[in-house]
C-alpha cells in the first residue's frame, strides 16, 4: 500500500510534460483526465495535429475543447465542425456556458450567430464553403476540430471533410476526432501526409465496461460466460435458444395451441417492464423503422406504464411547455402535441428523423437529464448526439437500408450499443438483443466481438469543386491537390500490393523467356505460330459444335408423340418414346417428354443430343395414356418391343469431326514446319517453358490494367468533369467564365443541372410559390419506393418549368455519358406540391395531409426538406446572373417559408 507522499509523487511524475496550457485545462473538471486525452492535449500543446479514434462516450472530444482553450490562450481563432446542424447546437451551448456569448458564435445553415467570435461551431459544409469563398473569416485560425471525422466515409456528404483537410492552411492545426476504426494508422499516415506532423491516437478502452445481453421470453440473459478469464458464448444461452426454436416448430404443426411463454419473442412492453425490474432504465430501444418507434411509445401508454415521480412529471410538464410555447396552437394541434406531452410525463418518448426538430431537441434534453427513461429510436439517434443511456436494447440484427433488408454492420452494432453506459453515473453499460425466431446467439457474438470497422473514403470531385479549385489554383494544381485525397492514397496503398505482384509476374517472365530460348532460331516466333494453328483449330471446332447443336435442336423441333428415338448417351442412353415434343415458345430449345426403355417418364433437353436424331419407327400412343401409371408404362414399353423385335438398329451415330480445309490452318502448319526450331530436339520442353510464358503473360496484362484503373482515378474523374465544362462553357481552359463563377457558388448534388436551369431561364416567369416548387425538385429524394407513383405538381407555368427541367437532365446525362461519367441522378417531383402549398401559405395541417405522392407526410421530414430548400433558394439568390428576376423571387420564397413550425430554431 502506497503513502500519501508516494502517492503525490507518482501525481507529479505523471503530469511533468504537462505545459502551463493544459496545467489550466485539467482545472476547468472536476474528474482526472485519461491517459489518451492526456497524451493527444500534450500533442496539441508541442504543435502537433492529432487523430483521436476512441470509443462512443470515451471522452475524446475533452481534446477538442483543449484546442479551443489552446486557441484561446494564445490568442487565436478554432473552429469546431460537426457533422449535423443538431449537434452544432449542442456543442455551441456547452462553449457558451464555459466562457460566456461573446466568445461563442454558430455558423450552420439556419443560424448565424456572432461568426467572427473567436471561437466558431459550425458545419462542416460551412468550413468548406468559406474555404473555398477565401471568407475573411479565415484570417487569425490557428485550430480546426472535426467532430465525427469518421463521417468521410459518408458516400453522398463525406467529400466534404476531405475537401476542408485538404484545403486547410497549413498554419491550422487539426483536431480529427474519430469513432473507433480499425485503420486508424492508415488514417492518421493520410493526415501527416497532407498536414504536417500528426499524432494518433488510438484507445479502445470503454471506460464504463458493456455486458451483452441477450433476453428470451421474459428472461435476460448474458451472451458471454468468463471460464478463466476467457469469454465464450453461454452454453445456457445456446440451449434456451435451442428449445425455443423447436417450441416454435412444434407449434407451426398443429392448430389450437398458444405459443409457450418461454419461447415467444418478448413485447415491447415486457422488455421496458423486465428492464425497469432489473434496474436498467434509462434505456434506448433501436427500432429501425419510425412507424415502429411511434406504435412502441403507444404501446407502453396504453399497457399503463408511468416511469416517472410526480415531482418529475411536474418538472417535465413545465419544461416541455416552456419549449414548446413558440410553436402555434393549431400547428401543436396537428402534431399530437397533449399526446407528445402525456407520454414524456409518463417517462416515455420517440426519437427519429420525421419528428419535429423541437420535438427531438425535447426529448433528447429531458432524456439527458434522466426524465425521460424509455426512448425507442431510429439507428439516427446514434450519429453523434451525445445521449448515453445505462443500457441500449436492439429489436432486430437486420433494417431496411433503402433498397433491401441488410443485415447490420459489426461497426453499427458496436455506433448503437456504444450509447450504453455513462461516464461518472453507471458502473457498467448494458446491451441486450431481443431473441427472435432464427437468431442465432453466434451471429449476435460475431458483431459483438469483431473489432474491425475499416474507414473507407467516399471521396468523388464535382462539378462545383472543379470551378472552385481551377478558380483558386489553376488546372493542374488542382489535379494535384485532388491526387492528394484519402480515397487516392487508399487506392495507391491497394495498389502497392497489385505493383509488387506485377514485378514478380515480369521477373518470372524473364525467366521463362530465358529457359524457352533455343540455339536453333526465334523460339518465341515459333511458339506464337503454334498457338495461332491451336486457336484456329479450337475455333473452327467450336464452330462445328454450334453447327452440331443447331442442327440437333431442329431435329428435336421436328418430333411427333409416337416417335421412337435413341437417345445417344448419358444417364438416359438407349430406346425412348416421345409422349410429347416439348417445344419451347420462348425460344428456349425443345425439351420433349420420353418415356425410356426403363419404363421411366424423363425430360430430355438439347444438351442429351451432341448429333442430330432421327425417330427409328412410330408407335401410336393411346389417347388416355397416364404417364404416371406404371401398368401403362410398362404396356406401351412391351408394345415397343414387340415392334422392334429381333431388328438390327444398328450402332448410335457417334459424333464424328471432320477435317475442313482451311486456308489459314494450311498455311499455318506450313510455316511451322518449316520454321528452324521445328528440327530441334528439345522443342516440346521449349514448348512447355513457353505455354507458361504466355499464360502468365495473360495475368500479367490483367494485373497492369488493374493497377492503371486504380492509379490517378480520382484526377481522370476530375480531367472529364472539367472537360463537361469546357462543353458547356463554365471552363475556358485555366479560366472559370462568369457562368463557371455561378456553378462555384452552388453546393448541392445536383450543382450542374441547377446552373444550367439558372442559366437557360427556366424560372425567370416563375411567382415565389411556383420557383419553390420547381428547385425543390434538386433536393428532395423519396425515402422508399413507393414514392414512385406519379407526384402531384402544380398546373402552368411551374409545371412546364419541371418538365423542362426534366429534358435538360436527359440531354446533361447524355453529355456525361460522352465523357464516362454519371454524377447525376434524376430530379424528383415528389416534394413539389408540398413546397408550393406552404410558400402560398396554407396550413401545416392541410400541406402534411397531401404529403408526397399521396403519402402523409411527417412533420419532421417537412422541416428538413423546407430548409434544405431555402438554402439552395439562398444559394440562387447569390448565384444568379446581375439583373436576373431570381434574385428577388428566390428571397421571397424564402421569406414565405419561414413560418410557424419552419421558423423554430433551437440555440437553449
Known amino acids: 500500500m502506497t503513502t500519501p507522499a508516494e502517492r503525490y509523487a507518482a501525481f507529479r511524475?505523471?503530469?511533468?510534460?504537462?505545459?502551463?496550457?493544459?496545467?489550466?485545462?485539467?482545472?476547468?473538471?472536476?474528474?482526472?483526465?485519461?491517459?489518451?486525452?492526456?497524451?493527444?492535449?500534450?500533442?496539441?500543446?508541442?504543435?502537433?495535429?492529432?487523430?483521436?479514434?476512441?470509443?462512443?462516450?470515451?471522452?475524446?472530444?475533452?481534446?477538442?475543447?483543449?484546442?479551443?482553450?489552446?486557441?484561446?490562450?494564445?490568442?487565436?481563432?478554432?473552429?469546431y465542425t460537426t457533422p449535423i446542424k443538431a449537434l452544432s447546437n449542442q456543442k455551441y451551448n456547452d462553449l457558451v456556458k464555459r466562457y460566456g456569448t461573446a466568445k461563442v458564435g454558430l455558423l450552420t445553415g439556419d443560424n448565424s450567430v456572432n461568426g467572427e467570435a473567436p471561437i466558431v461551431v459550425m458545419t462542416t459544409e460551412v468550413l468548406r464553403n468559406m474555404l473555398y469563398a477565401g471568407s475573411a473569416t479565415l484570417a487569425g485560425l490557428g485550430f480546426a476540430v472535426m467532430d465525427e471525422v469518421h463521417y468521410l466515409a459518408d458516400r453522398f456528404r463525406g467529400a466534404v471533410w476531405e475537401e476542408v483537410i485538404i484545403h486547410l492552411p497549413e498554419s491550422v492545426r487539426l483536431v480529427a476526432l474519430s469513432a473507433t476504426v480499425s485503420n486508424a494508422e492508415e488514417f492518421g499516415e493520410w493526415l501527416g501526409d497532407v498536414r504536417g506532423d500528426t499524432t494518433v491516437i488510438v484507445d479502445e478502452?470503454?471506460?464504463?465496461?458493456?455486458?451483452?445481453?441477450?433476453?428470451?421470453g421474459n428472461r435476460v440473459y448474458d451472451l458471454f460466460v468468463n471460464d478463466d478469464l476467457t469469454p465464450r458464448i453461454n452454453p445456457t444461452l445456446m440451449r434456451v435458444t435451442r428449445d425455443a426454436e423447436r417450441l416454435m416448430a412444434g407449434r407451426g404443426r398443429g392448430r389450437g395451441y398458444g405459443r409457450p411463454?418461454?419461447?415467444?419473442?418478448?413485447?415491447?412492453?415486457?422488455?421496458?417492464?423486465?428492464?425497469?425490474?432489473?434496474?436498467?432504465?434509462?434505456?434506448?430501444?433501436?427500432?429501425?423503422?419510425r412507424a415502429g418507434c411511434?406504435?412502441?411509445?403507444?404501446?407502453?401508454?396504453?399497457?399503463?406504464?408511468?416511469?416517472?415521480?410526480?415531482r418529475e412529471r411536474h418538472e417535465i410538464r413545465q419544461l416541455v411547455d416552456e419549449r414548446t410555447a413558440h410553436l402555434p396552437d393549431e400547428d401543436l394541434a396537428v402534431l399530437g402535441y397533449l399526446e407528445w406531452r402525456e407520454c414524456l410525463e409518463r417517462g416515455l418518448a420517440a426519437h427519429h428523423a420525421g419528428m419535429l426538430p423541437a420535438f427531438k431537441e425535447v426529448v433528447e434534453e429531458l432524456f439527458t437529464r434522466g426524465l425521460v427513461k424509455a426512448v425507442f429510436a431510429t439507428e439516427t439517434l446514434a450519429l453523434g448526439i451525445n445521449m448515453p443511456a445505462r443500457s441500449v436494447v436492439i429489436e432486430k440484427l437486420d433494417k431496411w437500408n433503402g433498397e433491401t433488408h441488410a443485415d447490420l454492420t459489426p461497426g453499427e452494432y458496436t455506433q448503437l450499443t456504444g450509447r450504453a453506459g455513462r461516464r461518472g453515473i453507471d458502473v457498467e453499460g448494458h446491451a441486450v438483443v431481443l431473441w427472435q425466431p432464427g437468431m442465432d446467439p453466434l451471429s449476435v457474438a460475431g458483431l459483438a466481438g469483431t473489432r474491425t470497422y475499416p474507414l473507407r473514403s467516399s471521396f468523388q470531385p464535382s462539378y462545383n469543386m472543379a470551378v472552385n479549385l481551377v478558380g483558386q489554383f489553376g488546372r493542374e494544381r488542382a489535379r494535384t491537390l485532388l491526387e492528394e485525397s484519402f480515397a487516392q492514397f487508399q487506392a495507391d496503398r491497394a495498389v502497392v500490393g497489385l505493383a509488387k505482384q506485377l514485378r514478380k509476374h515480369e521477373d518470372a517472365l524473364e525467366g521463362y523467356q530465358e529457359a524457352m530460348t533455343c540455339h536453333l532460331g526465334d523460339f518465341p516466333e515459333y511458339a506464337a505460330l503454334r498457338r495461332r494453328l491451336s486457336d484456329r483449330e479450337a475455333e473452327l471446332s467450336k464452330q462445328r459444335g454450334a453447327a452440331r447443336g443447331a442442327a440437333a435442336v431442329r431435329s428435336l423441333e421436328a418430333l411427333q408423340p409416337g416417335d421412337v428415338i435413341r437417345v445417344p448417351g448419358g444417364r438416359r442412353a438407349g430406346l425412348a418414346i416421345v409422349l410429347d415434343p416439348g417445344r419451347n415458345p420462348r425460344g428456349q430449345g425443345p425439351s420433349p417428354l420420353v418415356l425410356t426403355i426403363g419404363k421411366q417418364v424423363k425430360k430430355l433437353d438439347p444438351a442429351d443430343f451432341p448429333v442430330p436424331v432421327e425417330p427409328l419407327e412410330k408407335l401410336r400412343i393411346p389417347k388416355n395414356f397416364n404417364g404416371r401409371s406404371p401398368k401403362e408404362r410398362a404396356n406401351l414399353v412391351s408394345t415397343l418391343l414387340a415392334k422392334i423385335g429381333d431388328r438390327d438398329l444398328g450402332k448410335p451415330p457417334r459424333v464424328r469431326d471432320h477435317a475442313v480445309e482451311d486456308d489459314e490452318i494450311n498455311e499455318l502448319r506450313r510455316r511451322i514446319r518449316q520454321h528452324p526450331c521445328h528440327g530441334c530436339d528439345e522443342r516440346e520442353d521449349h514448348a512447355r517453358w513457353a505455354e507458361r510464358y504466355y499464360k502468365l503473360l495473360r495475368e500479367t496484362e490483367g494485373l497492369r490494367r488493374r493497377v492503371e484503373g486504380r492509379s490517378h482515378v480520382i484526377s481522370r474523374t476530375f480531367d472529364r468533369i472539367c472537360s463537361v465544362l469546357e462543353q458547356l462553357g463554365y471552363l475556358d481552359g485555366e479560366t472559370v467564365t462568369d457562368e463557371g463563377r455561378r456553378l462555384g457558388r452552388l453546393y448541392t448534388e445536383l450543382d450542374l443541372l441547377t446552373a444550367e436551369s439558372l442559366r437557360q431561364g427556366l424560372?425567370?416567369?416563375?411567382?415565389?410559390?411556383?420557383?419553390?416548387?420547381?428547385?425543390?425538385?434538386?433536393?428532395?429524394?423519396?425515402?422508399?419506393?413507393?414514392?414512385?407513383?406519379?407526384?402531384?405538381?402544380?398546373?402552368?407555368?411551374?409545371?412546364?418549368?419541371?418538365?423542362?427541367?426534366?429534358?435538360?437532365?436527359?440531354?446533361?446525362?447524355?453529355?456525361?455519358?460522352?465523357?464516362?461519367?454519371?454524377?447525376?441522378?434524376e430530379p424528383d417531383l415528389g416534394f413539389a406540391w408540398a413546397a408550393f402549398r406552404w410558400t402560398k401559405g396554407h396550413t401545416l395541417d392541410a400541406v402534411l395531409m397531401d404529403g408526397v405522392n399521396g403519402n402523409e407526410l411527417a412533420a419532421g421530414d417537412f422541416v428538413r426538406w423546407i430548409k434544405q430548400l431555402m438554402?439552395?433558394?439562398?444559394?440562387?439568390?447569390?448565384?444568379?446572373?446581375?439583373?436576373?428576376?431570381?434574385?428577388?423571387?428566390?428571397?421571397?420564397?424564402?421569406?414565405?417559408?419561414?413560418?410557424?413550425?419552419?421558423?423554430y430554431s433551437s440555440l437553449t
Not at 464504463?208 to 441477450?214: A, D, G, R, S
Not at 405538381?793 to 411551374?798: K, L, S, T, V
Not at 436527359?810 to 464516362?820: P, R
Request: some cysteine.
Open 13 to 79: 511524475q505523471k503530469h511533468a510534460d504537462d505545459g502551463a496550457a493544459l496545467t489550466s485545462f485539467r482545472g476547468l473538471y472536476d474528474f482526472e483526465l485519461d491517459d489518451f486525452q492526456l497524451d493527444a492535449c500534450r500533442a496539441l500543446e508541442a504543435g502537433d495535429g492529432v487523430l483521436v479514434a476512441a470509443p462512443t462516450g470515451s471522452g475524446k472530444t475533452v481534446v477538442g475543447e483543449f484546442a479551443v482553450h489552446l486557441a484561446l490562450q494564445q490568442g487565436m481563432k478554432c473552429f
Open 261 to 289: 411463454q418461454r419461447a415467444r419473442p418478448p413485447d415491447r412492453v415486457q422488455v421496458i417492464e423486465k428492464l425497469d425490474s432489473e434496474g436498467l432504465l434509462p434505456a434506448i430501444t433501436f427500432i429501425f423503422s
Open 205 to 216: 478502452h470503454r471506460p464504463v465496461p458493456l455486458w451483452q445481453h441477450m433476453m428470451i
Open 763 to 825: 424560372w425567370e416567369e416563375l411567382d415565389p410559390a411556383e420557383l419553390a416548387a420547381c428547385v425543390s425538385a434538386l433536393v428532395f429524394e423519396s425515402r422508399a419506393a413507393d414514392d414512385a407513383r406519379r407526384p402531384k405538381i402544380p398546373a402552368g407555368r411551374a409545371q412546364d418549368a419541371l418538365t423542362a427541367m426534366l429534358r435538360l437532365w436527359g440531354e446533361l446525362e447524355g453529355i456525361e455519358s460522352d465523357h464516362k461519367l454519371s454524377t447525376l441522378r
Open 871 to 903: 438554402d439552395l433558394l439562398g444559394q440562387l439568390q447569390n448565384a444568379a446572373a446581375p439583373g436576373s428576376r431570381i434574385r428577388q423571387t428566390a428571397g421571397k420564397a424564402v421569406d414565405a417559408m419561414r413560418r410557424g413550425v419552419v421558423a
Open 294 to 310: 411511434q406504435a412502441a411509445v403507444q404501446q407502453c401508454l396504453y399497457a399503463g406504464i408511468r416511469l416517472t415521480t410526480d
